[in-house]
C-alpha cells in the first residue's frame, strides 16, 4: 500500500515537472499596461478620429484628380418650336422620342492653390489625430499603472495586517491572563483591547481599499487580474534629473505639443485655402454628347469637346472676405490653444517631479524612522526581559513598530506611483515599458541618497514562550510610527495608517512657471496673421 502511495506522489510531482512553466505566471505591469491600452474604449474613439482624419484627407486630394460625370435620358417628348415648325405642314408641333448621353471628364488646372491649400491642412490634421491617439495611449497607460500599483499596495497592506493580527490577538491574550493572575489590572486589560480593535478597523478599512482598487483595475485594464500581481521596480533610467530637462524633451516630443503645432499649420493651410477661392479656376474638359430624336424636332445629334474653361465666382455680399478673416481667427485660437498647452504641459511636468522628490524625501524618512522604531523596539524588549516595563507597554512599542513599517509600505508605493506619473508627463511611460518606441535617449538616471533599508523579515530575539498552553510571541515584526510609550495611560490610542496614501505637494512648493513665447518648432512666418483684416 506503501508502496502504491508512493507511486502516486511521485507521478504526480513528474506530471507537474511537465506542465508548461506558463501555467504559474503572474499579471505583470506591463501587461496590465498593454491589455487597457487595447482595449479602453477611449483609445477606440480617439481611432475613429484619426480614422476620419485619414478619409478626410483622402477626400481633400481627391480633388487633384479628374472627374468624370455621365447621363443617360430615354423618353418621349412634344415640341413647338421654329425647326418643328419648319418641317411640319399641318399643325407646326411635333411628337416623337427621345434617347440622349452625355459623358464628360473635367480636370482641374489652376484654382488658385486652394486645393494643395486643402490638402496640406488635412495631412496636418491627420498627424494632429495620431498624435492625440499616443497622448491617450498614455494617459490610460499611466490610468492603467495607478490601477495595477493601487490593487498591489491595497492587497500587500491587507496581508501584512492579517499577519500581524495573530500576533497582536496573542498579546492581548497574555495581557487578559494576566489580569485573570491578579498581576495586571482591568484598565491595562481595556487598553489592549482598544489596540486590537483599531487593528480591526485598519483591517476592514484595508479589504475595502481592496474591494475599490479592484473596481478601479477592472474598469481600465478590463478584466480582472488573472494571477499574482508582480510589484514593478523603483528608478526608471527615463527619469530626468530635474524637471527643466524634463520640460526641454517635452516641448520636443510631447505628443499633445506635438498636436497643437499641426492643429496650427492646418488653421494656416485653411487661411490660404480660402484666399485660394478669390482666384477664377481653370478647367480643361473633355465631354461628348449624342442624341437620337426624330427630323421633326431636330433630328440626331453628335457634339464631341476638348476645351478649357475659365471660371470665377465672386460674393458680391462680401462672404469670401468674411470667410478668410474667420479662417484667420481660427489660426489665431490655434496659436493661443498652442501656447496654453505649452503652459499645461509645463505646468504638469513641474508638478510631477517635486512630487517625485517629496515622495522620495518621505520614505528616506519612513526608512530612518522605522530602524528607530525597530531599535527602540529591541530595547523594550531586553526591558521587558528584565522585568522592567509591563507587558502592555511591550505591546504598544511592537504596535508602533508594525505603524513605522506600514508607513515605510505606503511610502514606497507612493514612489513608485509618482515616478511613472513623471514618466507620463513626458510622454514617456510607454517607452518605459517597452511598449513604445522613444524618439530620445534615455535620459540620466536619477543620484539618489543611499539609505539604509531595513529587513522586512527579522528574526525575534527571544524565541516564543509556553505560557498555559499557549505560544506567546515574545515580539513582533511590524507597529505604528510614533514613539514609544513611557506609560500605559497611551496605550488607547493607535493611529489607523492609510494602506493607498498618495502624496501631493505642498502649497508652498508649488512653482512659478516662466513661459516663453517661443515653440521648439518654429511656427512659418505666412502662418502668422497679426490682425484679422482682409
Known amino acids: 500500500m506503501f508502496n502504491v502511495r508512493k507511486k502516486i506522489l511521485l507521478g504526480g510531482i513528474a506530471l507537474c515537472a511537465l506542465l508548461p512553466y506558463g501555467q504559474a505566471y503572474a499579471d505583470t505591469l506591463q501587461e496590465a499596461v498593454q491589455t487597457a491600452i487595447q482595449n479602453h474604449p477611449s483609445i477606440e474613439a480617439a481611432r475613429a478620429v484619426e480614422l476620419t482624419a485619414q478619409e478626410t484627407q483622402a477626400e481633400a486630394r481627391s480633388d487633384f484628380f479628374p472627374q468624370l460625370s455621365a447621363s443617360l435620358t430615354g423618353g418621349r417628348m412634344f415640341a413647338n418650336n421654329s425647326t418643328s415648325r419648319g418641317l411640319t405642314v399641318d399643325r407646326g408641333e411635333a411628337y416623337s422620342w427621345l434617347w440622349e448621353g452625355n459623358a464628360s471628364l473635367t480636370q482641374p488646372i489652376f484654382d488658385g492653390m486652394e486645393t494643395f491649400n486643402r490638402v496640406d491642412a488635412a495631412n496636418a490634421r491627420m498627424e494632429a489625430a495620431n498624435l492625440t491617439v499616443a497622448d491617450t495611449q498614455e494617459n490610460i497607460a499611466l490610468r492603467a499603472a495607478q490601477a495595477y500599483i493601487g490593487l498591489l499596495q491595497a492587497q500587500e497592506t491587507v496581508q501584512k495586517v492579517k499577519d500581524y493580527k495573530a500576533k497582536l490577538t496573542d498579546y492581548l491574550d497574555r495581557v487578559e491572563l494576566l489580569v485573570d493572575e491578579g498581576a495586571a489590572d482591568e484598565v491595562e486589560a481595556a487598553q489592549a483591547r482598544n489596540i486590537n480593535l483599531l487593528l480591526d478597523e485598519t483591517l476592514a478599512q484595508s479589504e475595502g481599499q481592496v474591494d475599490a482598487a479592484l473596481a478601479t483595475y477592472k474598469e481600465i485594464v478590463g478584466r480582472m487580474p488573472e494571477s499574482a500581481l508582480e510589484k514593478p521596480p523603483a528608478g526608471n533610467a527615463m527619469l530626468y534629473a530635474s524637471a527643466d530637462e524634463a520640460v526641454e524633451y517635452a516641448k520636443i516630443n510631447h505628443p499633445l505639443i506635438l498636436s497643437s503645432l499641426n492643429e496650427i499649420d492646418a488653421a494656416g493651410y485653411d487661411v490660404d485655402a480660402e484666399r485660394g477661392v478669390l482666384f477664377p479656376d481653370l478647367d480643361g474638359e473633355l465631354s461628348y454628347q449624342q442624341r437620337d430624336q426624330k427630323e421633326e424636332i431636330g433630328g440626331e445629334l453628335e457634339d464631341a469637346r476638348a476645351l478649357l474653361r475659365l471660371s470665377w465666382n465672386f460674393a458680391t455680399g462680401g462672404g469670401d472676405f468674411a470667410r478668410v478673416r474667420k479662417t484667420k481667427a ?98 514617456q511611460l510607454q517607452q518605459a515599458l517597452e511598449l513604445a518606441e522613444g524618439p530620445m535617449p534615455l535620459a540620466e538616471p536619477i543620484q539618489e541618497e543611499a539609505v539604509e533599508l531595513v529587513p522586512e523579515e527579522e528574526k525575534e530575539p527571544f524565541p516564543p514562550k509556553q505560557v498555559d498552553d499557549k505560544v506567546v510571541h515574545s515580539s513582533s515584526f511590524k507597529g505604528l510610527i510614533a514613539p514609544a510609550p513611557e506609560t500605559s495611560e ?36 505666412e502662418r502668422v496673421y497679426p490682425d484679422l483684416g482682409e
Do not use: C, W
Open 490 to 525: 497611551e496605550a488607547d490610542i493607535m493611529p489607523v495608517s492609510e494602506p493607498l496614501p498618495v502624496s501631493e505637494p505642498e502649497a508652498d512648493m508649488e512653482p512659478v512657471i516662466e513661459y516663453e513665447e517661443k515653440t521648439s518648432t518654429p511656427l512659418r512666418d
Open 330 to 427: 481660427q489660426h489665431a485660437e490655434k496659436l493661443a490653444e498652442h501656447r496654453d498647452t505649452l503652459r499645461q504641459v509645463e505646468r504638469d511636468i513641474v508638478l510631477a517631479y517635486k512630487a517625485m522628490e517629496t515622495a522620495k524625501r518621505q520614505k528616506s524618512i519612513a526608512e530612518k524612522r522605522q530602524k528607530i522604531t525597530q531599535t527602540l523596539f529591541g530595547s523594550y524588549e531586553s526591558q521587558f526581559e528584565g522585568a522592567r516595563i509591563r507587558l502592555l507597554q511591550l505591546m504598544q512599542a511592537d504596535n508602533q513598530l508594525f505603524g513605522a513599517r506600514l508607513e515605510n509600505l505606503n511610502a514606497d508605493y507612493t514612489v513608485l506611483l509618482t515616478e511613472y506619473a513623471a514618466l507620463a508627463s513626458t510622454g
